[in-house]
């Protein structure tokens, strides 16, 4: 299975930006998905996740109301809709695959992108 994420890049404060993952050498439909993102120098933290059916979401508290994850399986996609970006946001962003019901955790997921990166200058 391979992950391609792309979409990254610098912005400014407040746009929108849109990340893509695409999915190949698998059965999409059957992962879920999620998103991470990670500083230089900390943790690989969760950002989004989205089930194998696409009907269940869950965001970290900090993204909560301004990104929005979603999929598309005719297209072995999954997206990551940015909106009013703040500096807080930048990091480089990661896509996973992976089989587990629960979604959050760094092991809980299987396949990993190769992760695209985001400023947001101020």
């Known amino acids: 299975v391979q992950l391609q994420a792309s979409g990254g890049g610098p912005v400014q404060t407040g746009v929108s930006l849109t990340l893509s993952c695409e999915c190949s050498?698998?059965?999409?439909?059957?992962?879920?998905m999620g998103w991470f993102r990670q500083d230089p120098g900390k943790d690989r933290e969760f950002v989004a996740t989205?089930?194998?059916?696409?009907?269940?979401?869950l965001y970290d508290d900090s993204v909560k109301g301004r990104f929005t994850i979603s999929r598309d399986d005719a297209k072995n996609t999954v997206y990551l809709q940015m909106t009013s970006l703040k500096p807080e946001d930048t990091a480089v962003y990661y896509c996973?695959?992976?089989?587990?019901?629960?979604?959050?955790?760094?092991?809980?997921?299987?396949?990993w992108g190769q992760g695209t990166l985001v400023t947001v200058s101020s």
């Open positions: 996973a695959a992976g089989h587990d019901p629960r979604g959050f955790r760094v092991y809980e997921y299987e396949y």
């Open positions: 050498g698998g059965t999409f439909s059957l992962y879920r």
């Open positions: 989205i089930n194998w059916s696409g009907d269940r979401t």
